[in-house]
């Protein structure tokens, strides 16, 4: 286990904007020399006789010569981010101003931070638990309102105050069960094992929804990977455009005329698609058509669902049938489109394929039901809305512990049932305590600290 640390003997800085030129840019100093630094390269006043909280503009020099016109923003530690002494330096955004200003700081006694290393520094000082240091990487990558509110949810502490009530009452009756093989002679019992057992009962079921969560974090932090496939000529490319509103793909009368793929993104209520227009599936005597059909057939495997775009006037209800027995047999995820009912008219292409539910009937040209498809789209990777201010499972590596965690409650339960002696209990619950701080960093070692904040950007 690896303890909270304060105390770091170094100062650590870079730039905490995105790289290029812009407006301004913001250059971040922590550490226990970050005040001693920044005043030597600001004259204008004694930065240690200034209060926390405080702004101050001035120049910034280097060797007796200027390099620019800076606010200062000072927090002395521990009331701020990572807990140690902080300077924030807003300067004018030119990269050479930049790095004139870091090579001034790095002269001065810094050195340049890792990726992370600000938010590792902050986990490591008690300000974050790591959950919600693995939020503020997500907060940054959010690209939706759905992930944005996700990240924030689980920056706030939603998530870590689940687990760490769970932990607390786990930590009780784990203790009280120790006790009692102290006083095995004696045959007592502390841990009211009627309560224990009501809380491992409660726990599982919500392990069992935070775990189950999961597919729905997943959508909001990854988007889904959408294939539109069907036979050439069917309309994919007249889809993708509509749907993207703009001429991405080109459509054409002519048979095969996409021979790669086409990768667009989509927001739909939050969830991020990324729509693929696929070389339409047929056989074909030309050499790169046929590369186009075989990578096709490759997207259909990765897809977390498949749009089959057909043309109602070609394909008869056999056909379909046919390509539902194809699909459900290789477990994919699909939804069927039925294009081009603006020919023959969408009353007499109902009757065409009645007694095939689920289609739905659409014309990409005159943009008919394309809303209702969005729709359908959403229906299929998530069940019901979604609600942000539920607790969503969004890391891989969390709901793996999780997994854990449940799996080892259950162990608890069934050694209850079966009468099993104390010792051999809290075997499970603290089997079920160690991933459960894995997951808020209680448990946890340096490599596998190093492994997740090198994820993150440089300068947070």
């Not at 100093?29 to 001035?58: E, M, R, V, W």
């Amino acid at each position: 286990m690896l303890g909270k640390l304060t105390g770091f003997d170094d100062t650590i800085v870079a730039v905490a904007t995105a790289p290029g030129i812009g407006a301004i840019a913001v250059i971040r100093l922590s550490g226990p020399k970050a005040y001693d630094i920044s005043n030597s390269l600001f004259p204008a006043k004694n930065l240690h006789q200034q209060a926390s909280h405080t702004l101050h503009f001035g120049a910034l020099t280097a060797g007796g010569k200027v390099i620019d016109e800076v606010v200062l923003s000072l927090y002395k530690g521990p009331r701020s981010y990572t807990g140690e002494d902080v300077i924030e330096i807003s300067c004018h955004g030119s990269p050479y101003i930049q790095q004139q200003i870091i090579d001034a700081t790095v002269q001065a006694g810094a050195r340049l931070a890792k990726p992370g290393e600000f938010t590792q520094r902050a986990f490591l000082n008690g300000k974050l638990d790591l959950t919600q240091a693995e939020s503020v990487a997500d907060l940054i990558a959010s690209n939706s309102a759905a992930s944005h509110q996700t990240a924030m949810q689980q920056m706030r502490g939603g998530f870590s105050r689940e687990l760490h009530a769970l932990r607390e009452q786990l930590i009780t009756f784990s203790a009280l069960i120790e006790l009692e093989l102290d006083f095995s002679q004696e045959d007592v019992e502390f841990a009211d094992r009627t309560r224990l057992y009501a809380l491992v009962t409660e726990a599982t079921t919500v392990l069992r929804h935070l775990i189950e969560s999961f597919r729905m974090g997943n959508v909001i932090k990854n988007g889904v990977n959408t294939a539109i496939v069907g036979k050439p000529n069917a309309g994919k490319s007249t889809l993708l455009n509509t749907l993207l509103n703009e001429n991405r793909a080109i459509v054409s009368d002519i048979a095969g005329t996409t021979r790669d793929t086409i990768e667009e993104v989509l927001n739909i209520d939050g969830i991020m698609f990324r729509l693929i227009d696929t070389a339409g599936i047929r056989e074909s005597n030309d050499t790169i058509e046929s590369i186009g059909v075989q990578k096709t057939m490759e997207k259909i495997k990765e897809a977390g669902v498949v749009v089959y775009l057909f043309d109602v006037n070609e394909l008869t209800a056999t056909d379909i049938r046919n390509q539902i027995a194809a699909f459900e047999a290789d477990g994919i995820n699909y939804l069927l489109a039925g294009n081009k009912t603006d020919i023959a008219g969408e009353a007499a292409i109902r009757a065409k394929f009645e007694g095939i539910p689920d289609i739905l009937f659409l014309s990409a040209k005159k943009h008919d039901h394309i809303q209702e498809l969005k729709d359908q789209l959403v229906h299929k990777v998530i069940a019901g809305d979604i609600n942000t201010e539920d607790t969503i499972i969004t890391n891989a590596r969390h709901h793996a512990a999780l997994q854990e965690v449940l799996q080892s409650l259950q162990e608890v339960k069934a050694g209850m049932d079966n009468g099993l002696p104390g010792d051999l209990l809290s075997l499970d619950i603290r089997r079920s305590l160690h991933y459960l701080g894995e997951i808020t960093g209680e448990v946890t070692n340096e490599d596998r600290l190093d492994y997740i904040f090198s994820k993150f950007c440089i300068g947070k």
